[in-house]
């Protein structure tokens, strides 16, 4: 009888670690994917406000910058600069002129987290208004 139970509470043991598994497996997935989410809110708003900051001189050199902001943090990045997010390019970054306002939005990006993908179309989405003011402005 004693070692009846012995096996029962081996099987009992492994139910209870496979479920603690993937319970542990996907709290890491939801926490990794709002870490990552909150990383890309935060860029996407640097740059959002970062493009409502410059002069309307040469559009093109604007969005390149503004998208160098968002994917790298800086507006014009060395070399081997890494992405702020991992599979963040400057192909996923849009930024929409309008007059008043610019508006920086993240286009055909995807979280890839452990075991799942979240695709991010049009998410996060920031617009600042456009200030009479550069770059070198001070910030409020």
Known sequence: MRHA???????EFAVSLALLAVMFAGIF????SFYTYAALQNAVRAG???AALQPA???AEVA??????????????PDRAKPLVSGLSTVHVELI????????ALRDFQIDALFMKFRLDGRPTVTFPVTSGSATGSSR
């Open 48 to 50: 959002a406000r970062y």
């Open 97 to 104: 002129d309008v007059p008043g306002a610019r508006t920086v």
């Open 5 to 11: 139970e012995r096996g029962n509470s081996l099987i």
């Open 57 to 59: 001189a040469d559009p």
């Open 64 to 77: 390149k910058a503004v998208r160098n902001m968002v994917v790298y943090g800086d507006p014009a990045p």
């Open 29 to 32: 997935e939801i926490g990794y």
